[in-house]
């Protein structure tokens, strides 16, 4: 069982930045996938918006490629996304996502708002 807690959401105003942060409760160098994924408004589905393999280079949805960073802290045991330049169609929940052992864990997700 992996458990994952997410923070870092909040309000932005158009061009800010925010830093998402998702403690794993396991050791993150048996995790075969890791990545963020959010739901916006409207949509059942969530999508993928960054992701990164264990050891691996990491993956952006086109319409956050040089504006999010996904990155891991070790010693912190932390996925993290930093997002810039910020604009309101980013607003949505955004999710943690790991895969151990061939099954995909959540974290409860956290709001993430662009709003002037």
């Known amino acids: 069982q992996v458990q994952l807690v997410e923070s870092g959401g909040g309000l932005v105003q158009p061009g800010g930045s925010l830093r998402l942060s998702c403690t794993v409760s396991?050791?993150?160098?048996?995790?075969?996938?890791m990545g963020w994924y959010r739901r916006t408004p409207g949509k059942s589905a969530r999508e993928l918006v960054a992701?990164?393999?264990?050891?691996?280079?990491?993956n952006y949805a086109d319409s956050v490629k040089g504006r999010f960073t996904i990155s891991t802290d070790d010693s912190e045991n932390t996925i993290n996304l930093q997002m810039s330049n910020l604009k309101p169609d980013v607003t949505a929940v955004y999710y943690c996502?790991?895969?151990?052992?061939?099954?995909?864990?959540w974290g409860q997700g956290t709001q993430v708002t662009v709003s002037s």
């Open positions: 396991i050791n993150m160098f048996s995790l075969e996938d």
């Open positions: 992701s990164m393999f264990s050891g691996g280079q990491p």
């Open positions: 996502n790991v895969i151990y052992r061939r099954t995909h864990y």
